[in-house]
């Protein structure tokens, strides 16, 4: 999810909180537990200041080691070792417990997205990603804050999110089989798909569509249960070849290739250089590709730039390559 839905589910958990006895028994308690829950449900996303660094970075390692099964254990234990000393009479017990529920639920809910997370890390590498909540749902943020705000006015904290989670779990229900029910409509026109992938819109009745079959992609977009296919490419191995091999070894490329599952490629010789662009399928948006790797190699197949990331015009991505040349 989005960090703006991440601060207010930490809001809404502390709130939540205050249904153990041992919370609402001791003010010591219940404060290190808001705090603790607003801390925990930040504190897998450290890894965004990988972005600092560079997008392959950023690709290859976000929602990965923060998100594995040892960072759920190590973070509520960093979490409280540096909050407990400022609250001794806190129950420990509980305010850890409290931590654990809110780090846990971070990971836990980012499994939805259709990025994904590494959550089975060290057994598995592999990105778990159902991909049926969008990173950012405003109907998940809007009954958080709608939430926040009955509590602001004196309701009792505890039981509104209870109720409040309680219709979340129905809404994640229904979100599962529109899900499964666009998946099937995909099929009754693509019977030969090998591997359906829809990510979700802030809309609840969208989704775009990205398949494969054994020799085609196909791009398109649901709307209502109605399957609009837009673009249909040939599907075609990458060859062994100079160029392409020489350009695998660079780490934006690299990174791409380890995060994305669909996408298509091609090899434009230039003048006086080479240039090897690889196009995310899942995500087209107003006819255009926005994630995409491209690596510029001279004629000696050295690379001159390259860039792994999000662009919305072609204009602005050789603006990107032209600086990362000079």
Same mark, same amino acid.
């Given at each position: 999810?989005?960090?703006?839905?991440?601060?207010?589910?930490?809001?809404?958990?502390?709130?939540?909180?205050?249904?153990?006895?041992?919370?609402?028994?001791?003010?010591?308690?219940?404060?290190?537990?808001?705090?603790?829950?607003? &801390?925990?449900?930040? &504190?897998?996303?450290?890894?965004?200041?990988?972005?600092? /660094?560079?997008?392959?970075?950023?690709?290859?390692?976000?929602?990965?080691?923060?998100?594995?099964?040892?960072?759920?254990?190590?973070?509520?234990?960093?979490?409280?070792?540096?909050?407990?000393?400022?609250?001794?009479?806190?129950?420990?017990?509980?305010?850890?417990?409290?931590?654990?529920?809110?780090?846990?639920?971070?990971?836990?809910?980012?499994?939805?997205?259709?990025?994904?997370?590494?959550?089975? /890390?060290?057994?598995?590498?592999?990105?778990?990603?159902?991909?049926?909540?969008?990173?950012?749902?405003?109907?998940?943020?809007?009954?958080?804050?709608?939430?926040?705000?009955?509590? &602001?006015?004196?309701?009792?904290?505890?039981?509104?999110?209870?109720?409040?989670?309680?219709?979340?779990?129905?809404?994640?229900?229904?979100?599962?089989?529109?899900? /499964?029910?666009?998946?099937?409509?995909?099929?009754?026109?693509?019977?030969?798909?090998?591997?359906?992938?829809?990510?979700?819109?802030? /809309?609840?009745?969208?989704?775009?569509?990205?398949?494969?079959?054994?020799?085609?992609?196909?791009?398109?977009?649901?709307?209502?249960?109605?399957?609009?296919?837009?673009?249909?490419?040939?599907?075609?191995?990458?060859?062994?070849?100079?160029?392409?091999?020489?350009?695998?070894?660079?780490?934006?490329?690299?990174?791409?290739?380890?995060?994305?599952?669909?996408?298509?490629?091609?090899?434009?010789?230039?003048?006086?250089?080479?240039?090897?662009?690889?196009?995310?399928?899942?995500?087209?948006?107003?006819?255009?590709?926005?994630?995409?790797?491209?690596?510029?190699?001279?004629?000696?197949?050295?690379?001159?730039?390259?860039?792994?990331?999000?662009?919305?015009?072609?204009?602005?991505?050789?603006?990107?390559?032209?600086?990362?040349?000079?």
């Amino acid at each position: 999810m989005d960090t703006g839905t991440h601060v207010v589910m930490g809001l809404a958990l502390g709130g939540l909180a205050t249904l153990d006895p041992a919370v609402a028994g001791s003010h010591a308690t219940t404060i290190s537990v808001m705090i603790a829950t607003l &801390a925990g449900s930040q &504190a897998p996303d450290v890894d965004t200041v990988l972005k600092l /660094r560079n997008n392959a970075v950023y690709i290859r390692n976000h929602r990965g080691i923060t998100h594995s099964i040892p960072a759920v254990v190590l973070w509520p234990l960093l979490i409280v070792a540096v909050l407990y000393p400022f609250f001794p009479d806190a129950n420990l017990l509980h305010l850890w417990m409290w931590t654990f529920i809110a780090v846990f639920l971070h990971v836990f809910v980012d499994i939805f997205n259709a990025y994904g997370t590494q959550a089975l /890390r060290p057994f598995s590498s592999k990105w778990v990603a159902l991909g049926f909540i969008n990173t950012f749902d405003p109907i998940i943020f809007s009954l958080h804050v709608v939430g926040l705000f009955v509590w &602001a006015f004196g309701a009792p904290p505890g039981y509104t999110f209870l109720v409040l989670y309680i219709v979340l779990v129905i809404y994640y229900v229904l979100r599962y089989i529109a899900q /499964r029910r666009v998946k099937h409509k995909v099929r009754e026109i693509i019977p030969d798909a090998n591997t359906i992938i829809l990510s979700p819109t802030m /809309r609840f009745s969208h989704w775009r569509v990205a398949v494969m079959t054994d020799e085609y992609f196909y791009v398109g977009r649901a709307h209502n249960y109605k399957i609009e296919i837009y673009d249909q490419f040939k599907r075609i191995d990458i060859p062994a070849t100079p160029v392409l091999e020489a350009a695998k070894t660079d780490s934006n490329l690299s990174a791409f290739l380890s995060f994305s599952p669909v996408y298509r490629w091609e090899v434009t010789e230039l003048e006086d250089q080479y240039q090897v662009r690889f196009i995310d399928l899942r995500y087209r948006s107003n006819g255009h590709y926005p994630f995409v790797a491209v690596v510029h190699l001279d004629k000696d197949l050295n690379i001159m730039s390259s860039y792994t990331g999000w662009i919305f015009s072609e204009e602005k991505l050789q603006k990107k390559l032209d600086i990362l040349t000079n």
